[in-house]
Structures are given as C-alpha cells and as structure tokens.
C-alpha cells in the first residue's frame, strides 16, 4: 500500500518549511520530503527583509533565540569603487540559513509534521492525484532547471563589520553581499559569471584579480578571516522565467522564479509565496472548489504578487553588469539618493499582513 497523505511538500528549504507550518497550523496532515539532512550551511547572502515578521509572528515563529542582527542600512559600491549609503525603509535581519532552516525544521518536527528524508525522481499527476516516486537519482530540480551561467560561492568569517550594514559591492561578472549573521560572524557571498570565473586558477585567484578590482570589496575581503575550511559553492543558479504551476504542481520559492540575489529579497518571496499557497490550499477543501480553479488562482497572485518585482530585479541585473549602464545608474543615485530607495521599493514587499 503506498503511503498517503493529505498534503505533500517536496523540498524544506524556507518555502517548503514555512508552507509546512502554515498548513500544520491549519490543521492539515503534512508531510515533506527534503533530501538533505538538517542543519546545513546554504550558499545565500542571509539578510532577510523585515517584511516577513508580520507573518511570521501569526505562525509563531520567533528567532529571537537565535540572535539576529537588525540591519538598518544598505551600502551599493559600484565595480569603479563609487559609494551609496541609505537608510532601508523596512530593514531586515541577518541570520544563517543553518540556524534559520534548523530552527523552522525542529518547530515543524515538534508541532506534528512529518519529515521524511528523501528524494524526489518523479511526480506524476494523474485523476485528481499525484504519484511521487522518490529516488536516489535524478534531482526535482533538474528537470526544470535550465542551463545557467552563474555560479555562487560563500563563507563565513571573523571581521570587524558593523553590524546593522548591508553592503552590495558590484564587480565586473557579478556582485558581492557582505552582512554580518548571528554570533558575531560576517557573510561574505558572491555571485560570479562562469565564463569569467574559469579563467582564474581557483577561487582566491579570482578574488584577487577580479573582486579586488572594488577597492571596498578588496579591504572587506582583506580583513576577514575566514572560519570554514573552505567556501561552499554552487552553480546552475537560474534566473530564467519559470512557471507557478509546472504538470500541475503548485511551485513556491525559487522553483516559481528566482529573483537576482542583488535585490536581496528572495527569501521574504519564497515565504510569501508559502503563505498564498496555503491559503489557497485552505480556500480549496473549504469550499470544494476545482483543482483547476486552484491551480488558475495561485497563477495569477503568483503573478499579481512577484510578477513586476522579477521583471525589474531581471532589468537591474541586467544594468548592473553592463558597464556603461552601470556608471549611468550609479551617477544617478549619486545625484538623486532618492532613486536608489525607489529601487528597493521595486524589489522589495510591504510587510505581510495576516487576516486574523
Ligand atoms: C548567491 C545567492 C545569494 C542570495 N542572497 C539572498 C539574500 O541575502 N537574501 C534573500 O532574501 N535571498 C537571497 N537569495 C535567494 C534565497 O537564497 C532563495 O530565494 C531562497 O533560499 C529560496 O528558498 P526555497 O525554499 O525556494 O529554496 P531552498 O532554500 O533552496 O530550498 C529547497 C530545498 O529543496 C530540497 N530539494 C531540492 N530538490 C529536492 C528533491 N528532488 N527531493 C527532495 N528535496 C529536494 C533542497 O535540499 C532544499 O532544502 C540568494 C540566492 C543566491 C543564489
């Protein structure tokens, strides 16, 4: 007899964690299926917008244990070293994914949800239905994944940083985020075009020819030591276009579409996008509805929700690695400081808002 469940998650990173507490929370059998074992250190820049402690208060999940920072201000250098400093109009918080996820994976596990450690090959939908088959093989995520040019590399380390800073420092062939996380440490994770990366013998070699060229950039790195053996890294990282909805999967987080890591709000939208999932989740068994309907309806907030915020995180991305562009925009924000909180409004959210 194969094994059943109401509702089945695949994947606990942040989208899939806090969709699991939210439907748990609703009183739905959740089970989910990650392939990892928990803790573990992910490759992300680690600030995460103050938008999402609304929701975040309703799900009852409080990091306050964990030590945070609270990051007020956000620094932009440009490759040529010209500086920007503002003031974020929400701010955020800085902690590590291997606290974060740790944290949201043992609540799940308290308050009932069932974790299986397992990968996912295939999913089939079929008369209402999904048949999942896990695997030691094939990733979920390979088969809607497409080729990508970039790759991201991270460590943490010890450094004398001020602790309520986030500093986005371009470079030619990426961009680099520097934010201090809990327990005194510094994140230092940057994303690099592959083609440029391969010219370089190893990662220090391309630090100090290509990342050095940012003069904040080359003292930030200069001056920390790092604390992990060696930088974890990742490539395959996708940005292009994807769909809400793939064969009839509801997809949250970065599976529906990733926003360039320099907007610095993927994590707020992978768990928004947990929220309208489990909402619309809710909404469905309520009143009986189709799971077309469904499907349609999570599509278009999806769309409504993310749409503009990918399509302008696409456009700066694209600015930012265009030389001419990039001296343009950051002449403008020079002269009008203005532009530069009107960006972060762009790629940003209004804090998530609960009903009751
Ligand atoms: C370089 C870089 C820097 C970033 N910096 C920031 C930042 O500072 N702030 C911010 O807000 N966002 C940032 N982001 C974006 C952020 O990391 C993601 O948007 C966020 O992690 C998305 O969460 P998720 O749950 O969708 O995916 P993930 O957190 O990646 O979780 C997916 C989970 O699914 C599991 N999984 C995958 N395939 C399978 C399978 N077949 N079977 C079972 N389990 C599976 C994985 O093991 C994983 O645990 C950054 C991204 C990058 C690449």
């Known amino acids: ?46 600030y995460i917008s103050n938008e999402v402690l609304p929701y975040f208060s309703w799900l009852g999940i409080d990091f306050t244990n964990l030590s945070p920072t609270q990051i007020t201000n956000l620094q932009f ?16 918080f800085g902690l590590s994914r291997y606290s974060i996820d740790y944290y949201l994976y043992n609540l799940a596990i308290n308050r009932g949800v069932n974790i ?19 695997t030691s093989g094939t990733s979920f995520q390979d088969f809607i994944n497409l080729k990508s040019p970039y790759l991201a590399i991270k460590a943490h380390y010890k450094s004398d940083f001020p602790n309520n800073l986030v500093s986005l420092n371009n470079f030619s062939g990426g961009y680099c985020g520097v934010s201090k996380v809990e327990n005194d440490v510094l994140n230092i994770c940057y994303l690099a075009n592959y083609e440029s990366f391969k010219k370089h013998k190893d990662i220090q070699g391309y630090q100090e020819n290509v990342l050095y060229q940012n003069k904040n950039l080359k003292k930030i790195l200069q001056e920390a030591e790092m604390i992990f053996d060696a930088p974890l890294t990742i490539s395959q990282i996708s940005f292009h276009k994807k769909e809400p909805v793939f064969n009839h999967v509801l997809m949250i987080g970065d599976t529906a579409g990733l926003i360039h890591p320099s907007c610095g709000n993927g994590m707020a939208m992978a768990i928004h996008s947990a929220k309208i999932v489990s909402e619309l989740i809710q909404k469905r068994i309520e009143y009986k509805t189709s799971r077309s309907f469904l499907e349609n309806e999570y599509a278009a907030n999806w769309q409504k ?37 009107k960006i972060i409004k762009h790629t940003h959210g209004q804090p998530i808002k609960m009903r009751n």
Not at 2 to 22: D, K, M, S, V, Y
Not at 77 to 92: E, Y
Not at 119 to 125: F, I, K, L, P, S
Request: a positive charge.
């Open 116 to 134: 299986i450690h397992q990968q996912v090959g295939q999913v089939v939908y079929r008369e209402d239905e999904f048949v999942v088959e896990t």
């Open 305 to 341: 929700i993310f749409g503009s915020r990918l399509k302008f995180g696409r456009i700066l991305s694209m600015i930012l690695q265009h030389k001419t562009y990039e001296r343009l925009a950051i002449n403008s924000i020079t002269a009008m400081p203005f532009v530069l909180n």
């Open 1 to 46: 007899m194969p094994f059943q469940t109401e509702i089945l998650i695949i994947g606990g990173g942040l989208a899939g964690l806090t969709a699991a507490l939210h439907l748990n929370k609703l009183g739905f059998d959740v089970t989910l299926l990650e392939r990892s074992i928990y803790p573990h250190h992910k490759v992300c820049g680690e």
């Open 77 to 92: 250098t440009s490759a040529s070293g010209k500086q920007v400093n503002t003031r974020l109009p929400l701010g955020g």
